[in-house]
């Protein structure tokens, strides 16, 4: 079956960052376009970032564009999702899903930006 295992979040200052991974098994990872998905707290679930099979099309939410890049390994079945110049409102449960319309998810992973 479908798994998607994030990883690499954790407690960051503003200003910092922080790169998270998700492994990706139980299909065809270099077929797939993925996506990056969060949840703030007590608010709904943004898009964050999504990338195609083969970097042609790539694509950011307005609240993170020129802070964040997506990118991906399909030799490694890995998502990257790079997080710089971090902000108090980009705390969220960051979640790895497949495809632009999520048809998997991640577990999750927290991710706190606090001084």
């Known amino acids: 079956q479908v798994q998607l295992v994030e990883s690499g979040g954790g407690l960051v200052h503003p200003g910092g960052s922080l790169r998270l991974s998700c492994v990706g098994s139980?299909?065809?990872?270099?077929?797939?376009?993925m996506s990056w998905v969060r949840q703030a707290p007590g608010k709904g679930l943004e898009r964050v970032s999504f990338?195609?099979?083969?970097?042609?099309?790539?694509n950011y939410a307005d609240s993170v564009r020129d802070r964040f890049t997506i990118s991906r390994d399909s030799a490694k079945n890995t998502v990257y999702l790079q997080m710089d110049s971090l902000k108090p409102e980009d705390t969220a449960v960051y979640y790895c899903?497949?495809?632009?319309?999520?048809?998997?998810w991640g577990q999750g992973t927290q991710v706190t930006v606090s001084s």
């Open positions: 899903a497949k495809n632009w319309v999520p048809t998997a």
């Open positions: 139980g299909f065809t990872f270099s077929d797939s376009e």
């Open positions: 990338i195609d099979r083969d970097f042609g099309s790539l």
